[in-house]
């Protein structure tokens, strides 16, 4: 049952320092619970914990896994998932949600985390996100991260409000990489392969600048889409892709039927009777 908040400002005897003492503890107590502010318009956020894997490794539940995927939202390369399992005796100083660390800081952490924990990463292709949509592409890959450990895990968490297809228990925390340290540790790696790919698959198909935007739909990527037309790396069916390939690759579109052609209606009048 919720706890009960009574206005103590009505009870008799109550002095004005006293009523100045509780709203001073009050207001200490709720600072506690919020973001601390740094300055006008900066508030520091706590950085994710490993609280809720320690409580089930408190419960006899262990192995747990974290995972996370990089890579919904470009218009070229693979959706990337990892699954990291730390070690509670050896967990990396620093780890974070990969978004709000540097290249350099996501770098340093990774190769700290791929020494200390056990780590698997499975990767989604174009074709396969052309085939089955970027959802679906990036759920499968989440499960085959997981499925890919070394060791089974007996309870996963995962990034953002799916769930995934494995042989355990599976929570899915919405903003779970800046809560749940394992899954900012597969953030991190799946960030890192991911941005590594994309710097390998600029040596394969250069003037796009994959190396610098890591195929994110920057104003730089969608002219020199529009300027090259789509390359093999593209997903075909993301709406600026369609676009530039209608440009330069007209012969690959399929025409639109004609609403008023002229149809041919076959019809019959024979009438069979049985007696």
Same mark, same amino acid.
């Given at each position: &049952?919720?706890? &009960?908040?009574? #206005?103590?400002?009505? !009870? %008799? ?7 100045? /003492? ?10 506690? !619970? ?12 706590? %950085? %994710? ?18 995972? *996370? ?13 990892? +699954? ?22 996501? =770098? ?8 200390? +924990?056990?780590?698997?990463? /499975? ?19 989440l499960s085959r991260a997981v499925k890919a450990l070394p060791e089974a895990p007996r309870h996963v968490f995962v990034?953002?409000? #799916?769930?995934?297809?494995? *042989? ?8 779970? *990489?800046?809560?749940? &340290?394992?899954?900012?540790? /597969? ?10 790919? &994309?710097? +390998?698959? $600029? ?7 994959? =190396?610098? @935007? !890591?195929?994110?739909?920057?104003? =730089?990527?969608? /002219?020199?889409? *529009? ?6 790396? @593209? ?12 440009? @330069?690759? %007209? ?9 008023? $052609? ?14």
């Amino acid at each position: &049952m919720p706890a &009960m908040i009574r #206005d103590q400002s009505k !009870k %008799p005897g109550r002095t004005k320092a006293a009523s100045g /003492a509780a709203t001073k503890v009050g207001a200490a107590k709720g600072a506690a !619970k919020s973001p601390a502010k740094l300055g006008k318009g900066v508030i520091a956020v706590a %950085p %994710p914990s490993f609280r809720r894997e320690r409580a089930l490794l408190k419960q006899g539940v262990w192995p747990v896994a974290g995972c *996370d995927e990089a890579g919904r939202g470009p218009l070229a390369g693979p959706v990337v998932a990892a +699954a990291v399992i730390l070690d509670p005796d050896r967990i990396p100083k620093g780890l974070d949600d990969s978004k709000r660390l540097t290249a350099e800081q996501r =770098e340093l952490l990774f190769d700290k985390i791929c020494k200390t +924990a056990a780590f698997a990463v /499975a990767i989604a292709s174009p074709a396969r996100i052309d085939r089955d949509n970027i959802l679906r592409a990036s759920l499968w890959a989440l499960s085959r991260a997981v499925k890919a450990l070394p060791e089974a895990p007996r309870h996963v968490f995962v990034d953002g409000r #799916d769930r995934i297809d494995v *042989d355990c228990n599976c929570e899915a925390v919405i903003g779970g *990489d800046g809560l749940v &340290m394992s899954i900012a540790a /597969a953030s991190i790696v799946a960030k890192v392969t991911r941005d590594r790919l &994309m710097c +390998a698959l $600029a040596q394969d198909c250069p003037g796009y600048g994959f =190396e610098q @935007h !890591k195929g994110y739909a920057v104003p =730089e990527h969608l /002219a020199a889409l *529009d300027r090259l037309g789509p390359s093999v790396h @593209h997903r075909s069916l993301f709406a600026p892709v369609v676009a530039a390939r209608r440009k @330069h690759q %007209p012969w690959t579109e399929a025409p639109e039927p004609d609403l008023f $052609a002229e149809v041919t209606v076959v019809t019959s009048t024979e009438i069979s009777l049985e007696a």
